[in-house]
């Protein structure tokens, strides 16, 4: 169905989508952009996801826009790239109700960065790095790196880190709070199936309603952020995970969430 990048749907409602093009380090490409976004969108749709995991094929995550295809074609104007492919895909990650947790299985570099930035959870082998590399051949960021780079680590880190283009280790980025945690290659997998697990058998609708409050807080003001904590609350309090929350501390036994 996808030539780019592979959708597995496993039946705890994980879906997997894995950047396939291993052979040039899943550089990305057009085609790779709106399979991604076509895949999101008819997870997204399934009644049964609970969860994404993106991750890369074979050593890299992500080596970030592929060159050659910008190379085939000097004609191209970079902001109509951007717009068309780049902008819609980063809003609809963002946008998405559900969580996306990035397995970064190895080199976040460019635009593969901004792609890991814009996950909602990062968990890295200590093989992985990230690179903010547009720089590198005289590009400035995109695909939303100014806007969450700088509201991770401040302006002036994000500045060293966009001049200088230099690789980040998977160490440095969990000092730097780019990732949420780091362990070794042969771990990655199985670390990253017992977080979405929990994630997948938590209050659903709670969690994406925490999504959206960490996505408009950015832009708010203290009072106003105050009055969408109460409007989230009360909209939480009418979901039945709520109900079988409050139920199951009162008989102090484990809860047993639905999503609803």
Do not use: W
Request: glycine content about 6%.
């Amino acid at each position: 169905m996808f030539q780019t990048i592979k959708l597995d749907i496993s039946p705890s409602g994980i879906a997997t989508i894995t950047l396939a093009r291993p052979e040039v380090y899943n550089a990305i490409n057009n085609l790779m952009l709106e399979e991604l976004r076509a895949a999101l969108a008819m997870a997204e749709k399934n009644g049964l996801i609970k969860v994404f995991v993106l991750t890369g094929e074979g050593k890299g995550f992500c080596a970030g826009q592929d060159l050659k295809s910008l190379l085939e074609n000097p004609a191209l104007v970079p902001s109509q790239m951007v717009k068309k492919y780049y902008i819609p895909l980063i809003m609809d990650m963002r946008n998405c109700a559900k969580p996306i947790i990035c397995k970064l299985n190895g080199v976040a570099a460019g635009a593969g960065c901004s792609l890991a930035l814009a996950c909602d959870m990062v968990i890295a082998t200590e093989e992985a790095s990230l690179s903010e590399a547009f720089v590198n051949i005289g590009l400035v960021p995109d695909s939303g790196s100014t806007y969450f780079l700088p509201r991770m680590v401040g302006r002036m880190k994000a500045f060293e880190l966009f001049a200088l283009g230099s690789k980040i280790s998977a160490k440095e980025a969990l000092q730097l709070g780019l990732v949420n945690q780091v362990v070794p290659h042969a771990q990655l997998d199985e670390t990253v199936a017992q977080l979405v697990s929990k994630i997948a058998t938590s209050p659903l609708k709670a969690i994406s309603m925490i999504k959206t409050m960490l996505n408009q807080s950015y832009h708010l003001n203290l009072h106003e952020v105050l009055e969408m904590e109460a409007e989230m609350q009360d909209m939480a309090a009418s979901t039945a995970d709520f109900k079988e929350g409050v139920a199951a501390f009162a008989q102090k036994r484990p809860p047993q969430y639905t999503g609803q």
